[in-house]
């Protein structure tokens, strides 16, 4: 079956950095669309990023472009989010999310299979 393992959360300061890692199985890693939502605690989840396995596409949501980054390793099958000058307001469970396909319009919609999330908390 299809599994998303998430790894790299955890509690660092504003301004810090983390990496965020999506190892998958279970699928070919051609023609997809792999990222990660967040959720916080009263508020909507939101797309935070995601790149498509055929081209390299990327898509970012405004809040945090240009301090995030998002790369993928075929051979590993893993997606990896480099998070730079975290925010507080970053605080939230980011989970892993894949389609199979690599349409990043249907992806930012919604994932057909997740992972189990992991906690990232900022302090401010």
């Known amino acids: ?27 070919t890693f051609d023609d997809q669309t792999i990222g990660w939502f967040r959720q916080a605690p009263g508020k909507e989840r939101e797309g935070v990023s995601c790149i ?11 809040s945090v472009k240009g301090r995030f980054t998002i790369s993928s390793d075929k051979a590993k099958n893993t997606v990896y989010l480099q998070m ?16 199979l396909n690599p349409l990043i319009s249907l992806w930012k919609l919604t994932a057909e ?10 302090s401010s």
């Open 113 to 122: 299979y997740w992972g189990q999330g992991t906690q990232v908390t900022v």
């Open 1 to 27: 079956e299809v599994q998303l393992v998430e790894s790299g959360g955890g509690l660092v300061q504003a301004g810090g950095s983390l990496r965020l890692s999506c190892a998958a199985s279970g699928f």
């Open 84 to 99: 730079n000058s975290l925010k507080a307001e970053d605080t939230a469970v980011y989970y892993c999310a894949a389609n």
């Open 52 to 62: 498509t396995t055929d081209d390299g596409s990327t898509y970012y949501a405004d």
